[in-house]
Each structure stands twice: as C-alpha cells, then as structure tokens.
C-alpha cells in the first residue's frame, strides 16, 4: 500500500468528519489519493456522476481497515451480481425493457463482459467484440455471398439487440416491432404489397435467406432454387411438386429454376403469382 494511502488513513481516523462518519461515504477525490490510475480513466466516463461509492459502497469501513474486502467487488463475481448492481441505476432506460429474454442473459454473460465500466469508451461494442464470443457467425460473413461485415458497410448491433429483442427473435425489431432489421437496407421487400408471399409477413427472412453469408447467390439457403420453393410448395396442387406429367414437370431444367417467371416472389403489385 503507497505510503499516501496510509497517511490518508491516517488522517481520517485522527480528523474523521461526522459526515463520513454517519454515512459511511468518503467521496471519489478521497478514492483518487490511492486509485490513482481508475480514477484518470474514470474522470472521462459518465458514470463520474454517480461516484464510485454508488457501486462499490461506503469506502469509510475500507480506507479504515485497509482491506478491499469491505468492498463490494466485482471482479470475479457472479454474473447476476454484477447486473443486478447495474440495474439498480439501469433499469428504466428503454434498451433493458428486454434484457430477461435476451440470450446473453439467459447465459449468465454479466453486463461488464461488453462494457468498460471506468473506460472513457464505456460502451466497448464492436464487431470484434462480439466475434471474440460468436466465432462460427464472424466465419459465415467470409463465405463467397454475405454481408459486408469486414468492409465496414454493416455491423453486428444494425440488426441485433445485445441487451435483447422481441421474444423468440434474435433480430432488432422496429416499426413498433413488426419490422425486421433487414426492411431498413432493403426497402423494395418491405411493401405492403396487394399480392403479397405469406413467409414474408409470417417468417424471418432466414426461411430462405442465410443471413449472414453463403456460399449459394444471393445468400439462398440452398443452391437448387426449386429445392427451396419446394420446402413449401411440395404438394400445391396445380402449381409445384404435383405428379409429372404438369405443367410444371420437375422433370424439366426450365422449371427448377422459379424465380426466372416468379421475379417478384417478395411480392408483387400486379399478379397475384409474383409474374413479372
């Protein structure tokens, strides 16, 4: 322990102020005298205002007995610990209305896994953070068709919600939760459209889409297009999947490729069979 901190002591148990006394508190500028360096970065953080005591507890039992252990720590605690004591000052912001559903809560990730509490750069969320926990999503943007992670033009909090989303959606919703992210780039697929494809209003766009990346055009999730139409079309009668000889015949090279006639299979505004 510095020898400053020690007069520090010193002087607090031969001039304590009835104050610190009552309460318990010692304030910040008495904390800087031996936590020199947290209290440089800790200047330039928003959470100056609230003192370290508002996390950490009274320091007058700590400075007395020189000992971290009268405390609360946080390193090395349990996760629940730590999000609880950020809740206390963070629970009616907005962006935590859906923290119990979210996944990393639902893991036990504490909410200093992503966030430098004494860091200037409080927020600490980047795409790099995110790939050091999800490396097998950060490997799919690489494949051949994805979106543009490593360039920069896209990033992980565009389309997800760290501290959680709508329940049973990993996507950041908007438009009063009824839009997926994907609508905000891909504005000609949203609509509404007088003839529209049913899994566009009723599923994600991962019903068709890898979205992430792919090795298929246009990020399919399978390379065969007709294999795709026929994960729901197998037994429409008169349209796909029916017993040759049809219209249709499977048979044929022509027909397995839906979207060279169905151009308009996000939805259309003149045929109600997504035509051209």
Wanted: proline letters at 6%; a positive charge.
């Amino acid at each position: 322990m510095p020898n400053k901190c020690l007069i520090f002591a010193a002087a607090l148990l031969l001039h304590g102020l009835a104050g610190w006394a009552q309460t318990g508190r010692i304030g910040s500028d008495r904390c800087a005298v031996c936590h020199v360096k947290q209290s440089e970065t800790f200047s330039k953080n928003p959470h100056k205002k609230a003192e370290c005591e508002s996390c950490h507890g009274p320091g007058l039992a700590h400075v007395e007995a020189l000992n971290p252990d009268q405390l609360t720590l946080f390193h090395g605690a349990q996760p629940n610990q730590v999000n609880d004591a950020c809740l206390t000052c963070h629970a009616k912001d907005h962006r935590q209305e859906r923290r119990f559903e979210s996944a990393h809560s639902r893991n036990g990730i504490a909410c200093v896994s992503c966030h430098r509490v004494h860091s200037p750069d409080i927020r600490k969320t980047n795409d790099a953070l995110c790939s050091s926990c999800h490396r097998d999503i950060r490997a799919t943007f690489e494949r051949p068709f994805g979106h543009k992670l490593s360039q920069g033009a896209i990033h992980c909090v565009d389309c997800h919600d760290p501290h959680g989303s709508q329940p049973n959606s990993p996507l950041r919703l908007s438009g009063g939760g009824h839009d997926y992210p994907c609508f905000k780039c891909h504005t000609d697929k949203r609509g509404p459209f007088p003839y529209e494809h049913a899994p566009i209003r009723t599923q994600l766009c991962s019903t068709c889409h890898d979205l992430h990346g792919s090795a298929n055009p246009r990020m399919l999730a399978r390379n065969n297009v007709s294999q795709l139409c026929l994960e729901c079309h197998t037994m429409t009668a008169g349209v796909a999947g029916g017993s040759p000889p049809a219209f249709h015949d499977l048979r044929v090279e022509r027909y397995r490729q839906c979207t060279v006639c169905h151009v308009k299979i996000h939805g259309s505004y003149a045929h109600r069979d997504f035509l051209r």
